[in-house]
């Protein structure tokens, strides 16, 4: 088996690339997930747009610079206006019991000439809190699973039905949903989310 760089030598020849992320529990998961010498840029905030999730992903990739890897998280609900702004909509999640929701998980992999995104979904439905309280997932329970994120990170388990594990893997196998050029990346002049 081709390790992580051999892989990505086939899109970015020997550069050496860095997660750019405030969160060290991120970069274990993508250790974990296949990942053993990618390296942390730790501390630097990037300012996010208000957009969809795709160009959200492609302009904070292009504001992390070369050799950078950035991640989004983004949580619909059916009929809910929440997406790329569920870190502000959390408190809601209880009133929406029942709901059909979908995590997703998107990467920006930026090479100094283009990004190349790569995707990870986990479909699931909006329950009742249950198990250890981070972000969503005590409300949402995976399809397949008869348990929350939130008990089955407890049990162990969270793996199995992880988004950020369904988009490493695709960055991995090489399989992006989008590339875009760099040059055709235009400079945001809409808003940006909430502080």
Not at 26 to 32: A, G, M, P, V
């Amino acid at each position: 088996m081709r390790t992580f760089y051999q892989r990505l030598d086939e899109i970015f020849g020997n550069r050496q690339l860095k997660l750019v992320t405030s969160n060290v529990n991120k970069l274990r998961e993508f250790q974990r997930f296949g990942i053993p010498n990618i390296s942390i840029e730790k501390g630097r905030d990037l300012q996010e747009i208000n957009a969809d999730p795709i160009n959200v992903i492609i302009h904070k990739a292009k504001d992390a610079g070369p050799d950078r890897i950035v991640e989004d998280t983004s949580f619909h609900v059916e009929g809910e206006d929440v997406g790329v702004n569920i870190r502000w909509l959390l408190d809601k999640l209880g009133t929406l019991i029942g709901k059909k929701a979908s995590w997703m998980v998107l990467l920006g992999l930026n090479d100094g000439h283009q990004i190349r995104v790569f995707e990870g979904i986990i479909k699931g439905v909006i329950t009742e809190p249950s198990g250890k309280e981070f972000g969503f997932d005590p409300f949402f329970k995976p399809d397949g699973s008869n348990n929350t994120l939130g008990e089955l990170e407890e049990m162990g388990e969270k793996d199995l039905f992880s988004a950020r594990k369904k988009a490493v893997e695709n960055l991995l196998r090489n399989k992006p949903i989008t590339i875009k050029s760099l040059t055709n990346v235009s400079q945001w002049s809409g808003e940006y989310q909430h502080d």
